[in-house]
């Protein structure tokens, strides 16, 4: 009997991610590039790295790929290439070009194989870019993403640095991709709360980064494996600013806080807890499950962003014009860390 393809994975989706706390200290070990076209790099790093080719053309490139979240090999290669993608929407740019990054076991069938580049040719064409080749291992445990190349002005790359006080922040997409996908495979989410969430994996930041470019938003970045409050840390250090959010308004995939109410917690729980905890203050009236939502790793998340508050109005009603996904979770004040209230 063929083995499915999570049977095969230790974690999946983003909760495979390196701890972000050992991450963080890998990092600081390694002298960043002098290079003056180099916009983005490691000091600090972000969702991307940006290259400048001229006054008016960047590059953005990046690498991410991980073990399969779900058994349909199609949806897995679509959800890997559409995480992968995500990131070149995150800092403002257009996906150009693709290479598969692919480890797969030989005793699998090739057609599952093949049905998993599909699912990414899928994603990649729907993003606007190409995917060109790639580089295949052999592994026991699957793994699949892609390196994407992008494009943007240099003038208009986003970064997780910008949030200022006096922005409001919003989410593009639900949370809660690890609660309800490990609710499922306990038996304490449901087939429909799945196919949600996978609808949501699914889906690419495009659309909404369209919307964002003509807003000029203040930062951005798209909450996957490190959770909403690991990437909200990120923003508030990176900017020298305090994020505050508000509990009772985290958007979550339906399933995903019951889940999260009957115990349910992902791998990743409990790192980004280690990466995140020291630096977001929670109020005793928030509940645990609220709590859980916010550390749970997110795979092919939503773009969490800040933006003037008075351009708030217009960019919720651009995003409701679009019916595309849009909620305001807290706002940007003076000080440092996150605050949850």
């Known amino acids: 009997m063929q083995p499915t393809l999570t049977s095969l994975a230790r974690a999946g989706g983003c909760a495979a991610k390196y701890p972000a706390a050992r991450l963080q200290e890998l990092l600081g070990g390694i002298v960043p590039a002098d290079a003056e076209d180099l916009i983005v790099g490691l000091d600090p790093a972000d969702d991307a790295a940006v290259y400048r080719l001229d006054d008016r053309t960047a590059l953005v490139f990046t690498v991410d790929f991980f073990p399969p979240v779900v058994d349909d090999p199609r949806t897995f290669g679509r959800i890997a290439a559409t995480n992968a993608l995500n ?7 257009r996906p150009l070009l693709a290479l598969s990054v692919t480890a797969f076991p030989e005793e699998l ?3 599952v194989l ?3 580049l599909a699912g990414a040719a899928e994603a990649t064409r729907e993003a606007g870019a190409i995917l060109a080749g790639g580089h295949t291992i052999r592994d026991d445990e699957p793994k699949y993403g892609l390196a994407v190349v992008g494009t943007v002005h240099p003038e208009g790359v986003w970064r997780k640095s910008g949030a200022r006080p006096g922005d409001a922040v919003f989410l593009t997409k639900p949370l809660g991709t690890g609660l309800v996908m490990s609710g499922y495979k306990r038996g304490q989410a449901g087939e429909q709360q799945l196919e949600r969430a996978i ?6 930041n495009n659309e909404a980064a369209d ?4 807003l000029e938003p203040s930062a951005v970045t798209d909450v996957t494996g490190f959770g909403l409050f690991g990437h909200a840390h990120e923003v508030a250090d990176r900017s020298g600013a305090r994020i505050v959010l508000e509990a009772e308004r985290f958007p979550a995939i339906d399933g995903a806080l019951d889940a999260a109410r009957q115990g349910v917690r992902t791998s990743g729980d409990p790192r980004n807890r280690d990466f995140a905890a020291r630096h977001v203050e929670l109020a005793d009236s928030v509940p645990e499950a609220l709590e859980a939502l916010g550390y749970d790793p997110q795979t092919a998340g939503g773009l969490l962003v800040t933006i003037p508050a008075e351009r708030g109005p ?10 595309l996904f849009l909620r305001r979770v807290g706002r940007v004040e003076e000080g440092a860390g996150v605050s949850v209230t």
């Not at 919307?211 to 003509?214: W, Y």
């Open 87 to 93: 990131d070149v929407f995150a800092m403002g740019g």
């Open 314 to 323: 217009a960019l919720e009603a651009e995003f409701e014009s679009r019916k």
């Open 109 to 111: 069938p090739v057609e």
């Open 114 to 116: 093949g049905e998993v």
């Open 211 to 214: 919307v964002l470019r003509a």
């Open 199 to 204: 609808r949501w994996m699914r889906t690419l």
